[in-house]
Structures are given as C-alpha cells and as structure tokens.
C-alpha cells in the first residue's frame, strides 16, 4: 500500500548554471507541486465556458501554440457535465465551437479545432 503524497514542493530552477561577476538579471522557473486531489465532481456546480482567443497575425507563432496548449489543458478539466464554446477574432469574429456539452467524442473533435487554429489578419478593434 502507497501512501498518497500530502506534500507540498517548490523549485526554483535558474536561467544559468554560472554567472560571471558582473550584475545580471537572471530568472529562475519556478515548479509548484501539490497532491492530486480527486474530485467528486457531483459535488460541484456546472462549468459553462466559451474560450474568446484574438488570433490576429501578432499572435502567430509561440504566443498562439501557448493559447492552443492552454485551451486544450482547459478542456482536459471539464468533466461531461461541463460546458464549452470556443470563438476567434482577427479582424473577423467566428464560433469554431458552439457551448456544448463536452463529451469525451466532443474533446476529441474539439482538440482537432483548437490545434487547427492559425493566425490571421489585423485585430479589428474599431467594432
């Protein structure tokens, strides 16, 4: 028999292994780590969530693979009796994703549309 982890951890990892003697900003990546907590998920009320990503050209690259990561990480949260839209915008708005119950075959589908987003035009911010 294990024993579940009830501890918490933190790390701090820095930018460089070795720092020369002048002054230099360093970062350091921090890694929280906390106990799995198993949810009664009857429990808790109805998750209802449209997902709004600006997909205008300024975002291409990194900046919309980490919104793409973070959408899906999202969806990996609600359980089936959750609900989920996704709608993009440049300098056109357009529902990918109407909200709807997020089935296992709906994350599937779901993922699909978020990994085929790509970056577009102008942010049209005039209305």
Do not use: W
Not at 21 to 38: G, R
Not at 84 to 98: A, C, F, K, R, T
Not at 99 to 104: D, P, Q, V
């Amino acid at each position: 028999m294990t024993t579940p982890n009830t501890q918490l951890g933190l790390t701090f990892t820095p930018e460089y292994d070795v720092l020369g003697a002048k002054p230099t900003k360093l970062m350091f990546n921090a890694h929280l780590s906390a106990p799995e907590v198993v949810e009664d998920t009857s429990k808790r009320s109805t998750i209802s969530l449209t997902a709004v990503i600006d997909k205008s050209g300024s975002m291409d690259g990194e900046k919309l693979e980490l919104v793409k990561r973070t959408c899906s990480f999202m969806l990996n949260q609600l359980s089936s009796q959750d609900m989920m839209g996704l709608v993009e915008y440049d300098s056109h708005v357009n529902e990918l994703i109407p909200l709807s119950r997020t089935s296992e075959m709906f994350k599937t589908e779901a993922k699909n549309v978020i990994e085929s987003m790509q970056a577009g035009t102008c942010t049209n911010l005039s209305g």
